[in-house]
């Protein structure tokens, strides 16, 4: 089915060290994109999105970045704490209202 | 200003049942939509409501239908369950949907037995 590949599906990181989670996205015509944390047990939380005209976007601890040649989105933390530790999806928005595809998720976990 | 809420939280359906989950935007939202989640497939889109019509379509038989009230306000059914219906339901409103932020509610889990 539809799917925007992740290229790792598990990273583990110590604390206070950096995290980088990458996904590909593979329609070229996707112009919108969100980052999403997911706990056990919860939904998907919003941390940042990005639109294609745009190469990068700050938030508080993340930075997303868009590559749109390759077709690639990567999710930085700075200084990783264990509340980090998650699943962390990424979504694109294709110009089709409301729907979005995402990738199948990255765990991240962050050892003390 | 109160999330997306999703009820009931979890359901326990036989085969061959109907099941009806409803979802509460988030308010001031018009764009409600519906994801399945499973270990094997991930999230997958099922179908998208805006001012009360059904405004995308995913790839999931029939048996699964929705629709979205005049607050907004939107419900699922899956008709005729199966085993491998079981899954986590989530429903994300957004304020018009295309490129616009999407929120999550917590998900009502379904398991079919």
């Known amino acids: 089915g539809e799917n925007v590949g992740l290229h790792l599906p598990t990273l583990s990181v110590q604390e206070g060290d950096n995290s980088i989670i990458n996904c590909a996205y593979s329609?070229?015509?996707?112009?919108?994109f969100i980052w999403y944390k997911q706990e056990s047990g919860k939904g998907p939380q919003f941390i940042i999105d990005?639109?294609?005209?745009?190469d990068k976007r700050q938030g508080q601890r993340v930075t997303v970045l868009l590559n749109k040649t390759v077709k690639h989105l990567s999710l930085q933390i700075a200084a990783t704490q264990p509340g980090d530790s998650a699943v962390y999806f990424c979504?694109?928005?294709?110009?089709?209202?409301?729907?979005?595809?995402f990738g199948q998720g990255t765990e991240l976990s962050v050892k003390p | 200003k109160a999330g997306v809420t999703q009820t009931p939280r979890y359901l326990i359906k036989t085969r061959g049942q109907q099941v009806t989950l409803s979802c509460s935007p988030i308010?001031?939202?018009?764009?409600v939509s519906w994801y399945q989640q499973t270990p094997g497939q991930g999230l997958q889109f099922l179908f998208e409501?805006?001012?009360?019509?059904?405004?995308n379509k995913g790839n999931f038989p029939g048996r699964f239908s929705g629709r979205q009230f005049s607050n907004s306000r939107s419900e699922m059914n899956v008709s005729t369950l199966e085993l491998g219906d079981s899954a986590l339901y989530l429903c994300?409103?957004?304020?018009?949907?295309?490129?616009?932020?999407?929120?999550f509610g917590q998900g009502t889990r379904l398991t079919v037995v």
């Open positions: 308010s001031g939202h018009r764009s």
């Open positions: 329609n070229s015509a996707s112009d919108y």
């Open positions: 990005i639109r294609s005209n745009m």
């Open positions: 409501y805006f001012s009360e019509t059904q405004r």
């Open positions: 979504a694109e928005n294709v110009n089709q209202g409301g729907k979005l595809i």
């Open positions: 994300a409103s957004s304020f018009s949907g295309e490129g616009t932020e999407a929120f």
